[in-house]
């Protein structure tokens, strides 16, 4: 029960050091503080960019988050 705390605060902690616009869009992706998640068309069309572009930063964002979250183990 308590093995997710660790990850869930890593996770958290990885979120917060992200600019504000990759945490948008994130948090966008997966419904983080939010009712829901959307789909790549859904955030590329709320921020005026294509959806293989939200593809590429999503990909090169969470890379990003994986190996601060690593870095805290």
Known sequence: MHTCLPRTSALLRALSRLPPRERQIISMRFGIDLPEAMTQKEVA???GISQSY???L???IIAKMRRDI???I
């Open 70 to 72: 690593v870095s805290q």
């Open 58 to 60: 999503e990909k090169r």
């Open 54 to 56: 939200i593809s590429r």
């Open 45 to 47: 069309d709320r921020l």
